[in-house]
């Protein structure tokens, strides 16, 4: 990315901060990072903390930048879009990270004819550890999408889909799958109480066990499912674990679960997209 590209956060809640943190943190320039928000004691903490041009209307900010991200609220984004309506004469790149809203409606609430990237980041991208799912309507070019790769990647593994679907299935992954894991964490902080630890140290054992896996998962040349079974001594304690959780089928406890997360972000696409 050129440290030119003037890149333009409308919303300066915990997303922006997480971005705008990880690309200072990359070195990019914080002259060409600009912010608009319509909470200015907020605004005011982020310019003292990042040295950066803030701005309380959207459009004055949008006017000025090669690349706008909406890192607002679904609900308000129609709001947000619909009032730059006119303003993006420069065709600027557009990055959507609000949950649920298709790149048509935004699109469409611009007035037509934007190059829009939706993206489905998680959480774990405060901490710079997030995986983004990135999708890109027809107007988007090849140097816009690698632009936007730059910009997410400070904070997340970066993986586009094809089709904007697809984003709904990514929803149902990865950006609603760490509270998945949270769950099995809290299921064996209490589950290990009850076996007769300590809570502090049952929660402590399961968080690094849950670290300890998923890095190993990630270094190893060996599939997940090569990892298990490399751990599953026959007959041994892992092995009576591990049926037990098959015995409750728990691969389509799993299965459901993420149908239903699907099947809710469709209906959201829906929901926030229909005016
Ligand atoms: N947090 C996550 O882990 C996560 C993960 C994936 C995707 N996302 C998506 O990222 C987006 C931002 O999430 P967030 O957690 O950063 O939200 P957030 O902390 O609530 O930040 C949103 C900011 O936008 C401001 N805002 C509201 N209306 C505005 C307007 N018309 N113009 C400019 N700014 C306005 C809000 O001000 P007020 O508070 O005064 O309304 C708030 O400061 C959401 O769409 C969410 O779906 C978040």
């Not at 990880?22 to 928000?37: A, E, T, W």
């Not at 935004?106 to 550890?129: D, E, F, H, S, Y």
């Not at 983004?132 to 889909?161: D, F, H, P, Y």
């Not at 809290?186 to 054992?205: C, N, Q, R």
Request: hydrophobic share 45%; proline share 2%.
């Amino acid at each position: 990315m050129q440290n030119s590209t003037t890149i333009g956060f409308i919303g300066a809640g915990n997303m922006a901060y997480a971005l705008i943190s990880g690309l200072v943190n990359k070195g990019f320039n914080v002259q060409n990072i600009k912010l608009s928000d319509t909470d200015a004691t907020l605004l005011s903490l982020r310019a003292d903390e990042f040295n950066l041009e803030v701005f309380t209307d959207n459009s004055e900010l949008a006017v000025q930048c090669d690349v706008i991200v909406f890192a607002v609220k679904p609900q308000v984004l129609s709001i947000v879009c619909k009032g730059l309506q006119g303003r993006l004469s420069h065709n600027p790149l557009v990055i959507s990270i609000a949950a649920g809203v298709r790149a048509t409606d935004i699109n469409r609430w611009l007035g037509g004819n934007a190059a829009v990237i939706r993206t489905m980041p998680n959480t774990p991208a405060l901490l710079g550890k997030g995986a983004t799912g990135m999708v890109a309507n027809e107007a988007v070019s090849k140097e816009q999408k690698k632009l936007a790769e730059q910009i997410l990647s400070a904070v997340s593994s970066c993986l586009w889909v094809e089709d904007e679907k697809m984003l709904d299935a990514v929803t149902a992954l990865s950006g609603s799958g760490p509270a998945y894991f949270f769950l099995l964490i809290e299921s064996m902080t209490k589950a290990g109480t009850a076996l007769g630890l300590d809570e502090a140290v049952a929660e402590k054992l399961s968080i690094q066990t849950a670290l300890g896996a998923s890095m190993m998962a990630n270094s190893s040349d060996d599939s997940a499912h090569e990892l298990r079974v490399k751990v599953t001594s026959p007959n041994g304690t892992t092995q009576a674990a591990i049926e037990s959780f098959q015995d409750q089928n728990f691969e389509m406890l799993v299965s459901h679960a993420m149908r239903a997360a699907f099947d809710r972000a469709r209906e959201m696409g829906v929901e926030f997209g229909d005016d």
